[in-house]
């Protein structure tokens, strides 16, 4: 694993390859469970409590008669906990990988998540979240973006002008949105760079995490799209 801010050691790993990445569970002394994504973590059972408070808390919060909420990427069912302890009406989570949903459906995963992907409001939609996002026609009260980090090696078009931009169309008018921006404060910065231009008002927030490290949210409220 490659891990930000300490060595873990682990009592038990599983890996396993699915069609579209590397996908490993573990359990370590100092961090409890541990999910990684291609070698790099997922969430740790330590720090991703705090984690999702700062991705879900601050715009539900904001939109306190949500109703619908669209969450993209996240499909460790985490983020999805989160949201449905609010009274929303309808979440959907859209996810690339069905393994990752798989595996979060049972197990040590499904305990952690409360068996979130079982709930009656959740709607869980197997695709590539830009492509979802071009064919989507519904604005949603608010939006929970979880995408792969640009600074750990992955595709920086998932924080590109085009994919933000859908976001911020698919998003009510008083809604908000909020965004995993990245690790490296360069890369949220630009996140907030591309969002500033399309939201009403935008907040950029530092946090840091014991196994996590440094990372950075961004809060859009109110798309001017």
Known sequence: MNDKNMVLHYNSYKEVTTPRQTLAIGRTDEAGLVMDLNGQVQFTEADEKDYHAGLVRP?????????????????????????????VQDVTLVEYDPVVVAVSRLGPVARLN???????????VIDDAREFLKRNKKLWDVIIVDFPDPSEGHSPDFYGRKTIEMIMRSVQPSGAVSFHASADPMNALRV??????????????????????????VLALGSRL
């Open 114 to 124: 409360k068996n979130s992907f079982s709930d009656p409001r959740a709607t869980t």
């Open 59 to 87: 715009a539900m919060g904001a939109v306190s008669d949500a109703k619908s909420v669209l969450i993209l990427g996240a499909g460790d069912g985490l983020a999805l906990r989160d949201v449905l302890a609010y009274p």
């Open 192 to 217: 907030v760079e591309e969002v500033k231009r399309l939201a009403r008002h935008v907040k950029l927030v530092h946090r840091k995490f014991r196994v996590l490290g440094d990372t950075y949210f």
